[in-house]
């Protein structure tokens, strides 16, 4: 049974009339037999038909934080809020852990009637790109540490004409089922709102100059440089590739995480659109192109995205400039580095790895890329968390061999990259999903800190891959106005 709770302006006795039901009481039950029990925390998450609405829009109407939004490819939209339960973690094993001990909490943890996956409690986060180098205050005062992952306290999901809405209540040794109940009644006068079409996230407005100010630790020089000494390493032998990423600052940007994406999913199809607000005051938001992972039991699903051209003005100049991407050699083997990779890293965790012998064109809203999907069936009990450290970070984002740049990118790159180009994503009972957090922003007061990077291989030109990370700056620019 999936439970209906009252309006918000329900009186007392309709409210109690409506949530004693039979099984309520079962599942109430549960979860206090099990705390007391196990002397553990357990949350009881209960499923409610919700309105049809816009999950941005009801992200706006709450104010708890953390407050998440999650569109993946599958059509499924994600909008959560609130904190029932957290894991947190710091350091290079931090990845493992902490999704270590989100699978056995939603296993040990959780009571719930609902068997669908897509109607369940899960849990959203991300991992800092590379734990060992600092993180600068920039990430670290908006909660983006090395590991994080949140239960939320209200998760409502929509897909075209179907909707849910999730509430998680805390159930302690001490909890009485009385106290369920009034715990039931907070939440729902507390989330039990938004679904409606009135108060729309703030409409974007921008200034139509592309004004991208440098930051003052990458100006384009110093990136260039740092470009160059890397293609000399290349030439030495000491690494094939290396992706060297850049950061920019765009003042006067509303600090509206829910309206800027609501532009990208507008604007930017085809992607994972994402927005992590921990702390008020900042927010990381992203259209990334490029799938990490999705797990659905064993069956798991990746892709190898590298390899960049622009679109034409129409599909004549789309198929001319697709096939020029086709038959470069340097994105070629950009693509291949990222393609050996992956399988490599794969390989040992499966009993069945497919690609294609060729890579494909994938057509975005302003630009295209050679792409690879990977489809493979998991070995028995391997965990979600090896699958993203060996994953993480691929030859798209870091280079190959990926020691090699990773030593690279610590002493080349004077910025952290903080979640930009790391896995963000949710993980659930029996399923997860993870993108590449890139074709990014943080966002803090009003300022726009845009991430990007270019992978150099031998024979790439410095000042064009630079202009390779303008383009793709302006691109999600570009998505954000409108244009």
């Known amino acids: 049974m999936i439970f209906s709770p009252p309006p918000v302006d329900h009186s007392k006795s309709a409210y109690q009339a409506a949530v004693m039901t039979a099984s309520l009481r079962n599942l109430s039950k549960i979860a206090l037999s099990r705390a007391a029990e196990t002397g553990r925390t357990i949350i009881l998450a209960l499923s409610f038909p919700a309105p049809v609405g816009d999950p941005l829009t009801w992200l706006s109407h709450q104010s708890a934080t953390p407050a998440i939004y999650w569109h993946g490819r599958d059509g499924w939209e994600y909008a959560a809020a609130g904190a029932a339960h957290s894991i947190s973690g710091r350091g290079p094993d931090a990845m493992l852990t902490t999704t270590a001990e989100a699978a056995r909490f ?125 293609l000399q390493r290349i030439d030495r032998g000491e690494l094939e590739k290396a992706v060297l990423a850049r950061r920019q600052h765009w003042d006067g940007v509303p600090a509206n995480p829910w309206g800027v994406a609501k532009a990208l999913r507008r604007h930017t199809p085809g992607c994972h659109h994402f927005a992590f607000q921990f702390q008020k005051d900042r927010a990381f938001v992203g259209a990334s192109p490029e799938r990490l992972l999705r797990l659905t039991e064993r069956q798991l699903d990746s892709e190898c995205l590298a390899g960049t051209i622009g679109r034409g003005a129409n599909e004549d100049e789309d198929r001319e400039l697709a096939v020029r991407l086709l038959a470069d050699a340097k994105n070629r083997q950009e693509h291949e580095y990222v393609v050996v990779g992956m399988r490599d890293a794969l390989q040992p965790l499966c009993c069945r790895l497919d690609m294609p012998a060729t890579p494909e064109i994938v057509t975005l809203a302003t630009l295209q890329h050679l792409h690879t999907p990977m489809s493979a069936t998991l070995k028995e009990n391997v965990p979600v968390g090896e699958v993203l450290s060996r994953l993480h970070p691929t030859p798209a984002v870091a280079g190959w061999p990926r020691v090699a740049a990773m030593q690279a990118i610590r002493g080349l790159e004077r910025t952290s990259r903080g979640w930009y180009a790391a896995p963000v994503g949710w993980i659930g009972a029996d399923a997860a999903e993870f993108a590449v957090g890139i074709r990014s922003a943080l966002l803090t007061d009003r300022t726009a800190w845009l991430f990007a990077g270019a992978g150099l291989v031998k024979g790439s030109d410095p000042e064009d891959e630079w202009r390779e990370t303008t383009d793709k700056l302006k691109a999600f620019l570009t998505a954000l106005q409108g244009w």
């Open 106 to 230: 939603l296993q040990h943890n959780v009571v719930t009637e609902v068997a669908s996956q897509s109607q369940s409690l899960c849990f959203f986060g991300g991992f800092a790109f590379d734990p060992p180098s600092a993180t600068d205050d920039l990430w670290a005062d908006g909660g983006f540490i090395d590991a994080l992952l949140v239960l939320p306290e209200a998760l409502y999901f929509r897909r075209e004409h179907e909707s849910y809405l999730v509430l998680a209540i805390v159930v302690t040794p001490l909890t009485t089922s009385e106290a369920i109940s009034i715990e039931l009644k907070r939440l729902n006068d507390l989330y039990w709102r938004g679904f409606g079409p009135e108060s729309e996230p703030t409409a974007m407005t921008f200034p139509q100059s592309l004004t991208l100010a440098d930051d003052t630790g990458m100006e384009r020089q110093s990136w260039v440089n740092a470009a160059a000494e890397i």
